[in-house]
């Protein structure tokens, strides 16, 4: 432990989104709680969000129909019991955010909704027309800023998690990190992983640079259940305009009345789902997978002109401006879209209560995995998700943390062996490394898989273990390629594993459903190997 600094704390959670940050909020009413994130607070995914949240608050609706529609959209692969938890309790930590200060978008004295993909009727929030993520992480930021409890230690990297054998079982203690130079062992009585997906591993993605999937592969490292891995959102409407990362067109553009067309301007939605446009999300993407490869083009085209200039500054700012500086002009101009990575519905396998099956360790937001989206998730349930089970964590903590004597016997716990060898880290590029690995994940392991892409990837993996070298020698960049290739080898197990198509997971070896599949989940566990499970 010499060369590396201890900090001990109640609480630490890796991560800076809605969920980690609500979290935070939540848990520093039980103790000192630390927030480490990989860049700064406001880079994150939750940052990122544009369209919405999906919550039941007109008069009209009710959680039964979101309920059915989240069903819907999951493809037979829901965890009902979640569901009901997320949509009931949904509209509750609405109202806790409203009461913080998250001003949504009104009109005249009414929320002003929208309605997106899947959805049976208008019930999405929005917040500064299109901004809705920088909203609610701004807000969420000031509360923590106050709150007198809560550090956030930004630019530091979670490398590992540390295990103890305190009271002879096998526990998480604490994380080892690094910010810059400087290495750290957080010693917690809980740590609670909300750091996010692992889009990052195809070369198409609508997400942060930072989603690489370090929590879901520090967790599985640990021996934590990792769940639904085969499952990857492709959000139908990205920007296409190579070599510029792909820059999201909300779902709720659609929803404001967007339709697409093909190359010779043909709307062809209709002829796939009678939702057209706002059909569940899998369908509307494989739909434009299928149209641009019958147009021998890597784009379709995006339609908004029936609306005035006007509106489309006022509803959609950042998307109206961000296009306007590319000189697309969306009252003018058809817009060039193509599929794009967005969400991951798999992780760290958790029960309702944020707990992993590694005792000490947590988990909330994209990075966990209750099975609530199923095999595909309902547009904007994602924000919802990261409020509801992020905020139902401290009950579980309450109940099963109080008796860790704490700080832990310094000696209970178990550092990696690679900490005492630590040496200065290479600062070698994995560019190449990391470009070829994503591009390998999009083409097959992406959209449409098949058996002999999924193993092809498989060997690559094999043959590239050794790329990034040894873990006392990395950079962040390369622990981080590291991490990808070990969610990506999850991804493609899971994909190889399910012989069917659901959802999000289409393979063209089995283009159907299976009765056999439906309610199974796949599970993968380093010591264990994998398991089906049904929920
Ligand atoms: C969007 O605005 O289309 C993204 C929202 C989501 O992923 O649910």
Known sequence: MEKIKEINTDYLIVGSGIAGLFTALNLSRLGKVIVITKKDLSESNTSLAQGGIAAVSAEGDSWESHFEDTIRAGAGLCNK???EIMVREGPGRINELMKMGVSFDYKGDQLDLTREGGHSRKRILHARGDRIGVEIIEVLSEKIAVSGNIEVHENTF??????????????????????????????????????????????????????TGDGIAAAY???????????????????????????????????????????KGKRFMPDYHPMAELAPRDIVARAI????????????????????????KKRFPLIYSTLKEKGIDMAKDLIPVAPAAHYLMGGIRTDLYGRSS???????????????????????????????????????ILAEEKDVRFPMDRLDIELPEFVTAFQAYNTLSFDEDRQEFREKMTERAGIEREAGGLISVLDWLEKNRGICGKREKLSDEGYELMNMMTVGELTVRASLLREESRGCHYRKDFSESSADWENKHIVLNKNSGSEVIVL
């Open 81 to 83: 019991k979640a569901v």
């Open 158 to 211: 979670l490398l590992e998690l540390l295990k103890s054998n305190y009271k002879d079982e096998d526990r998480v203690c604490g994380v080892l990190a690094r910010t810059g130079n400087l290495f750290r062992a957080y010693i917690a009585r809980a740590v609670i992983l909300a750091s996010g997906g692992c889009s990052m591993i195809y070369s198409n993605t609508t997400n942060s640079r930072a989603i």
């Open 221 to 263: 490292r640990a021996g934590a259940d990792i769940m639904d891995m085969e499952f990857e959102q492709f959000h139908p409407t990205a920007l296409y305009n190579p070599p510029e990362p792909f820059f999201l067109i909300s779902e709720s553009v659609r929803g404001e009345g967007g339709i697409l067309l093909n190359k």
């Open 289 to 312: 997978y299928n149209e641009a490869r019958k147009d021998s083009r890597p784009y379709v085209w995006l339609d908004v002109r029936k609306h005035e200039v006007s509106f489309l």
């Open 358 to 396: 590694v005792k000490g360790l947590y988990a909330c937001g994209e990075a966990a995995c209750t099975g609530v989206h199923g095999a595909n998730r309902l547009a904007s349930n994602s924000l919802l998700e990261g409020l509801v089970f992020s905020g139902r964590i401290p009950l579980r």
